[in-house]
């Protein structure tokens, strides 16, 4: 063994962990060099004071309490807390995830919070009390009136002129985009979504939900499901997409029946202004309650009267005419689940409410393709 | 005798008696491996406590089929290292009480040449200061070794390393403790000659 063999297992010879054997080989080097006896004895003592046991203080008699003591206090600071006993670690990420929710926040309030306080304001109009809300369209009705000039007469002329315009054919794709609004405008009044158009009483908010279709139309959202299962005399007419709901229009091609679907997604992103619960519930329609009189006087739309004007808007003409002939509208809200989603389905249509009973068991949801 | 590992094991299903006995089986070793890092007896005080409160949260992560002492010695010394690295600065044991006690001790016990024993005592104040100026790794290492008595494969575990890892660092711990004795020696216009080899 030479000397860069014994500096290798210097301190191992040191603290006699080698075998027999290596240490007998060191031996033998040491016998005839000096400097490696030197380093071996200077070694040997160093390790003879490491081994030798400092003098550590002794903990007070009270430690061991102490430790079960703290333990006990983190178990019900962790158990009323409900945060894991790693406190630090805890604490660390709850700071972390604050500052992002925060963030969070402020993005969500800066994308979505003008909408939200539009459409509350809309909901607070809509929620209103009938007189008000006719004075709403009378302002509306005012601020239109190159609009409304053109078709109270046309509701002067009677109901006959326009049953003819809309039987024509050439006029059905017209009828096809008009109709959903009018039954539908009442659903969605419900619901307080965007099509509650009634409330632009003043320019400011007529702006401001202007700016709000825009915003909706400029980022139209794909609606996740649409319904399936009508039956197969039924074609679809129309769909609207507004932000969290879908409304679709079903007409039959040898009919002038129309039902209403409207889909949508549970928890509702606006308030509901009408009550529903869960499975079927069946309602008359409320809103026009002029109309069921007039519907079942036989009136029809025919008064030029403002009151008749303001329902018109709500309900176009040509529909309050059909209407005649039709039973009192009908409407059936329930609850559906698709892919683990919610949705709150409010099917409308002047059907017999055992029709419109029948036809909803057997609606379905499916993915939008 | 009931095992640490059944101790740990009864402890993680609650049974705070076990864990009672548990610190009182590790309450000195852990304290020793603080306080010989650290040196500060406070300080390691509130260390031991924190190591212990520290091993009932972690409890679900020790391997039954493992020892328990050195998974506990383990986070005796990692939150020792810690606690040195937050300080920054090296920290000076107070070896007076100590140094003093070993002297009388060895005194007594030898009744040798008195000058040879106080150099032996004076290189082993050198040495215990330069074990303060190791690095936070091989001031481990030297403890676990020396102080604690444990072996390579031991040391190996409770550090999380392999053996030959162990004896690489205890070669250098051991030459960079006699390079900062030999300075010190050598600072006091000494010739780095040890009682030991005259």
Known sequence: ?369 | MISDESLAFQSLGGDISAFEELVNRYKKPVFSIVYRMIGHYQEAEDITQDVFVNVYQKLYQFDSNKKFAPWIYRIATNASISALRKKKKIVTLDFDEAYGKAYEDYYTAHSGDPQLMFEREELKHFIYEAINELPESYRAVVILRYQMDLNNQEIAEVLGVSKENIEVKVHRARKALRKIVEKRWNERGLEYELPASR
Not at chain 1, 114 to 124: C, M
Not at chain 1, 227 to 253: C, E, M, W
Not at chain 1, 356 to 364: A, G, K, N, V
């Open chain 1, 1 to 369: 063994m030479n000397c860069r063999q014994v500096d290798k297992y210097l301190y191992d010879y040191c603290d006699d962990i080698l075998n027999p054997e290596q240490r007998a080989q060191i031996e033998e080097h040491l016998l005839n060099c000096p400097i490696c006896r030197r380093i071996v004895d200077e070694s040997l003592l160093e390790s003879s004071i490491l081994h030798e046991q400092w003098e550590i203080p002794a903990l007070p008699d009270d430690f061991t309490d102490r430790v079960i003591n703290q333990i006990a206090c983190t178990a019900i600071q962790a158990n009323s807390s409900t945060i894991y006993p790693h406190s630090q670690n805890h604490k660390k990420w709850s700071r972390r995830f604050i500052s992002l929710a925060a963030m969070g926040a402020i993005l969500l309030i800066m994308l979505y919070g003008p909408a939200l306080l539009k459409n509350s304001g809309l909901i607070q109009i809509a929620d209103q009390e009938p007189a008000s809300l006719k004075t709403t369209r009378e302002s509306i009705m005012a601020g239109k009136a190159d609009q409304e000039s053109l078709k109270a007469p046309a509701g002067a002329a009677g109901s006959e002129e326009i049953k003819q315009e809309t039987a024509n054919g050439a006029n059905r794709q017209k009828d096809q985009e008009e109709s959903p609004s009018s039954p539908a405008g009442e659903i969605k009044e419900s619901y307080g979504t965007h099509s509650v158009t009634i409330s632009n009483n003043d320019n400011s908010q007529a702006q401001d939900l202007n700016l709000m279709k825009a915003e909706t139309a400029a980022t139209p959202e794909a609606f996740p499901v649409q319904p399936v299962n009508l039956p197969a005399s039924y074609v679809l007419l129309n769909k609207v997409d507004t932000a969290g709901s879908s409304t679709y229009t079903f007409g039959r091609s040898q009919s002038e029946e129309q039902i209403i679907i409207n889909i949508a997604q549970l928890p509702l992103r606006q308030p509901v202004t009408s009550t529903y619960s869960r499975g079927y519930y069946i309602r008359e329609e409320a809103a026009p309650a002029a109309d069921k009189s007039e519907i079942q006087s036989g009136k029809g739309v025919t008064s030029p009267s403002e009151e008749q004007g303001t329902k018109d808007l709500g309900a176009q003409p040509q529909e309050q005419a059909k209407s005649k002939a039709l039973p009192t509208t009908n409407t059936i809200s329930y609850e559906l689940e698709f892919n683990n989603q919610k949705f709150l389905l409010t099917i409308s249509a002047k059907l017999p409410a055992e029709e419109l009973s029948m036809i909803s068991r057997d609606l379905q949801l499916s993915a939008t393709k």
